[in-house]
């Protein structure tokens, strides 16, 4: 089964992982947050949890960042899913991690969709997600912004488990010799793979 299956099973269960996550090089620390995390729920216990889940299109999308390298250095690419599909509605590559990535995914993830005045976009505390480009472009499609918070457990868990079937299907497959090469492996992939073959399930944390 896939990493996410697992994950998701695991989660519902309560079972925890003996590998834990890379920790940030240099003790580098979230930014502050510029939105409310609208993505915790509070069980009847009082304990909080994400739900990634919408009972509808254009109600909640994700977004998040990943690197990758090539013999040219790295490739960054920002993805936005719909929560209520698991589609990739939007995504950007380039050579450096700047707030114009997030916004050409954003602004990509608009034009697929007809109305999307109120859905909520939720990310991590990265500063790309925090720059006042991309708080402009939330602003103009009356999108609603959306962040995790510090040593929150599982606070983009769903966006995090997509870009682990990439790593697992392309990435850890082959070296890659250009970044052109490894976009056009890794746009293939969610369009003809992601989209078409796999099986989307609602996520809860």
């Not at 915790?40 to 690197?67: C, K, M, Y």
């Not at 939720?122 to 510090?150: I, T």
């Not at 929150?152 to 079937?165: H, K, V």
Request: hydrophobic residues 35%.
């Amino acid at each position: 089964m896939s990493d996410r299956t697992a994950w998701r099973i695991a989660s519902s269960n309560a079972w925890w992982s003996v590998f834990g996550k890379k920790r940030g090089k240099k003790g580098k620390k979230p930014g502050p947050t510029i939105h409310d995390d609208l993505c915790v729920i509070i069980d009847e216990p009082g304990r909080e949890r994400h739900q990634f889940t919408a009972s509808r299109p254009n109600e909640l999308w994700l977004t998040d960042i990943t690197e990758h390298k090539t013999a040219e250095g790295k490739l960054y690419l920002c993805a936005v899913n719909d929560a209520f599909s698991g589609g990739s509605l939007g995504y950007s590559t380039d050579s450096r991690m700047k707030a114009s990535l997030a916004v050409r995914a954003v602004r990509n993830a608009v034009r697929m969709r007809e109305n999307v005045n109120g859905c909520i976009v939720h990310s991590d505390r990265e500063s790309q997600f925090r720059s006042r480009k991309l708080r402009r472009v939330l602003a103009v499609h009356n999108l609603v912004g959306s962040m995790g918070r510090v040593a929150s457990c599982g606070d983009n868990a769903a966006m995090e488990s997509s870009f682990s079937l990439r790593q697992k299907y392309i990435l850890n497959r082959r070296s890659w010799t250009t970044r052109e090469q490894l976009r056009i492996a890794i746009m293939t992939w969610i369009e003809q793979t992601y989209h078409r073959r796999r099986r989307q399930v609602p996520w809860a944390v």
